[in-house]
């Protein structure tokens, strides 16, 4: 397994997102262009893993947490204000982190996970993921991570927001 970086428009990038869209059910299109943006903010880092057969088989990417990003906002909105100054004033936001059926459980998401957090130079990290996820939710938990604030109303999905401390 090579994890090398997710960088926008490239082959790698394609097939990141045509994973993702696999994964979660949605149109292709729409995921590059989410993506992409992401990809302009600051401090952002992307990773992807590449199988023996040469494609795609997890990606994981994430950047600084500010004020003005709609994800940062609707969360200001939601917690506390002790929350938000513990956790989203020097934060980086895990954004996405997925790894195709086959290959899961095998330590391809802790590499991931553990190289997109190498170097980050934040105080805290910050993620969401749905309530009713056990896998996902025992996984982060399992790295570290602790509920901040649940309910997290996103769309008609209730989501739980993860807190972690970097330094």
């Known amino acids: 397994m090579e994890l090398l970086p997710l960088a926008a428009d490239t082959p790698h990038?394609?097939?990141a997102t045509d994973l993702y869209g696999t994964i979660h059910g949605e149109p292709v299109e729409a995921v590059?262009?989410?993506?992409?943006?992401?990809?302009?903010?600051?401090g952002y880092r992307g990773f992807?893993?590449?199988g023996t057969s040469g494609?795609?088989?997890?990606?994981?990417?994430?950047?600084?947490?500010?004020?003005?990003q709609q994800y940062h906002d609707r969360l200001r909105a939601a917690v506390t204000d002790e929350t938000y100054t513990r956790w989203l004033t020097d934060a980086f936001e895990l954004v996405e982190l997925g790894v195709e059926a086959s290959q899961r459980r095998t330590g391809l998401g802790s590499a991931l996970h553990d190289e997109l957090f190498g170097g980050v130079g934040r105080a805290t990290g910050v993620l969401?993921?749905?309530?009713?996820n056990a896998p996902a939710r025992a996984f982060y938990e399992g790295h570290g991570w602790g509920v901040i604030h649940e309910p997290f109303h996103v769309a008609d999905t209730e989501m739980a927001v993860y807190g972690r401390d970097l330094n």
């Open 55 to 68: 494609h795609v088989v997890g990606f994981t990417y994430g950047h600084v947490s500010r004020t003005g």
């Open 48 to 50: 992807v893993a590449i």
């Open 128 to 132: 969401t993921t749905e309530s009713e």
């Open 32 to 42: 590059r262009e989410r993506f992409r943006t992401h990809t302009e903010r600051e």
């Open 13 to 15: 990038f394609r097939a």
